[in-house]
């Protein structure tokens, strides 16, 4: 364990070390502004910045204000107040004025189902320094795009802790990151030798630490994901997207298992991500006591009573259709029958449990779709039949809710952190229009402007 801590380390002191040389290569015209990580002063810290904002969405599902001033201090909203104030108006000698009068402002975004340490395409093998390296590169992208917090729920190494360390401490732009480790799941399950990579010709797995079975090494797989840094824990009950048995597909995982990993996630703190495509995976996931469901795909009538009597989110990673559709032309027909089969299927059981009143929170996929389109998402969830508020809240304040986040994040309040975002248009009138990010400030600090 000592060797394995002291050559993670040298990797991640190396992929830092080139992603910092890369970084200062950069063409001066990117739209990610410099990471400040060295220490700043006092009066920095706590001078006000004033965002005028033209329309806010300070609350998705609440009315829209016009013309709004938003007090941001410390890496916090410290009030808002209507009309456009200035430094005299807020009691303050100076203050930085951000001009967003011509823009629609609504809280940072949240995709609760990303692997940072994934490229696009995806690379089989990978060192730990490569997969830091791609994390970081990935993680800009992403808060380029307006995404300021993500979950990441399982990578190819453990890399993807001391990059979230990085970022989270800013020393590296990027979103706030929770992270799940290694997948938990039983041997030659997903997560372990049968994660497809089509792009790459072949197949990948995570590190061992994941793999399980029966109850009690089940208990310890969480045990090691938590020792080594998890925020949350992600196990899985089905195979990848890849088995031709679809919706058909037992579980996996014995219900002991499910159980098992669970309780000890609770116990600590955690709580649990099931990646489940068939309708036996999801429910024994479900009667297992996990928080999210991610793709869900071939839920059913059973499984919706389950995720209402649970209180389980679904996250549905839908935008992967994208990928499946493109495909379709080139691919084996076996591969074809198992894409037709999502694209039959998968809309209308998504569509059918939002309209039930499943809680649905945005997840992309991102890794095994492309970092920093995240919001090709939306639109799928527009052609299920979400009205564009229930589109918005399932990136703010729905995933801030299943991420336990909602007292810091998913709106723009007094006391929240400053997490905030802005596009030329309204997203409540056209969902699209939050696939051109204009501005991004992260805790307080504007990372991106385009306005």
Request: net charge negative; aromatic share 4%.
């Amino acid at each position: 364990m000592i060797r394995r801590n002291l050559a993670l380390l040298t990797a991640m002191s190396s992929a830092l070390l080139t992603f910092s040389a890369l970084a200062a290569d950069a063409s001066p015209s990117a739209t990610i502004k410099p990471s400040s990580a060295a220490p700043v002063a006092s009066d920095a810290v706590t001078a006000a910045t004033i965002i005028h904002a033209g329309l806010l969405i300070a609350v998705p599902g609440s009315p829209p204000l016009k013309d709004q001033t938003i007090v941001v201090r410390a890496g916090k909203v410290e009030a808002i107040r209507p009309g456009f104030l200035s430094a005299a108006d807020i009691g303050e000698p100076v203050a930085a004025v951000i001009d967003l009068s011509r823009s629609a402002v609504l809280p940072g975004l949240i995709d609760a189902h990303v692997h940072l340490t994934i490229g696009w395409p995806p690379k089989l093998n990978q060192s730990d320094a490569d997969a830091a390296l791609v994390a970081l590169e990935n993680a800009r992208k992403t808060l380029a795009a307006g995404f300021t917090t993500v979950r990441d729920v399982g990578a190819f190494s453990d890399a993807i802790f001391s990059v979230r360390d990085a970022i989270n401490k800013g020393r590296f732009d990027g979103p706030r990151i929770l992270a799940a480790g290694d997948i938990i799941s039983v041997t030659n399950g997903h997560g372990h030798g049968d994660i497809a990579v089509p792009e790459s010709g072949g197949f990948a797995g995570f590190h061992a630490s994941g793999i399980c079975d029966g109850p009690f090494e089940c208990r310890k797989a969480v045990r090691t994901q938590i020792m080594h840094g998890a925020d949350v824990i992600k196990i899985a009950t089905t195979k990848g997207g890849n088995d031709p048995r679809l919706g058909a597909a037992p579980s996996e995982m014995m219900d002991d298992e499910i159980v098992a990993a669970v309780t000890t996630a609770h116990a600590a703190g955690r709580k649990v991500a099931a990646h489940a495509h068939s309708t036996a995976g999801i429910d024994a996931a479900l009667a297992g006591g996990v928080d999210s469901i991610e793709h869900g795909g071939f839920l059913d009538k059973g499984s919706i009573a389950l995720f209402k009597k649970s209180g389980a989110f679904l996250v549905p990673t839908m935008v992967v259709l994208n990928s499946l559709q493109a495909g379709y032309d080139r691919a084996d027909p076996q591969t074809r029958a198992i894409t037709r089969g999502f694209l039959d299927n998968m809309p209308n059981n998504i569509g059918a449990a939002y309209r039930a009143g499943v809680p649905i929170a945005f997840g992309t996929d991102a890794g095994i779709t492309p970092h920093g389109k995240q919001a090709l998402e939306f639109l799928w969830y527009r052609k299920i039949g979400m009205t564009p508020g229930d589109v918005l809240r399932t990136a703010t304040t729905n995933a801030a809710k299943l991420l336990g986040l909602d007292a810091e994040i998913g709106t723009i309040e007094a006391g929240k952190r400053a997490d905030i975002i802005a596009t030329g248009a309204n997203p409540l009138d056209d969902v699209a229009t939050l696939q051109h990010v204009t501005f991004v400030m992260a805790a307080g600090r504007v990372v991106k402007d385009e306005e």
